[in-house]
């Protein structure tokens, strides 16, 4: 199975150019504010010490590190969780031959409070 042009451009945000990377991407909604993630090998701020089966389930389950926190938007992960085992592991073994970026990603930031004037509108 070849990549869509949709994993491939959602793959390209995050590895974006330099200017982009230091800056990073934050993407607010309901469900307060998100990040997007370092998903290149760095062992410190990537995925550098993750296995297959991390990423695999992370995919697939829509939670960090597989079993962690629910993943935001802007990671579609459900429309990726059908993906093949080899296909993962094809995105998986893509992500390996990046160069590593050290790159601290934000954790996300919940909504807002409602304030009393806010509540029920």
């Known amino acids: 199975m070849a990549l869509s042009p949709t994993l ?3 793959l390209a945000q995050h590895f974006a150019s330099p200017a982009v990377q230091s800056v990073g991407l934050a993407f607010s909604g309901p469900w307060g504010v998100s990040f997007a993630a370092n998903l290149t090998p ?3 701020t990537g995925t550098g010490i ?3 089966d ?3 389930n992370t995919i697939r389950n829509g939670r960090h590190w597989g079993v962690a926190r629910p993943l935001l938007p802007p990671m579609p ?3 990726y969780r059908e993906m093949t ?3 993962l592991a094809a995105v ?3 992500t390996r031959t990046l160069k590593p970026i050290r790159n601290e990603v934000p ?5 807002a409070a409602q304030t009393n004037d806010t509540k029920g509108k």
Do not use: M, R, S
């Open 42 to 44: 760095d062992v410190h």
């Open 8 to 10: 491939g451009e959602i």
């Open 107 to 111: 954790q996300p930031l919940p909504p």
């Open 92 to 94: 998986f073994a893509y």
């Open 54 to 56: 991390i990423f695999k």
């Open 50 to 52: 993750w296995t297959f």
């Open 77 to 79: 992960w459900f429309n």
């Open 85 to 87: 085992d080899e296909d």
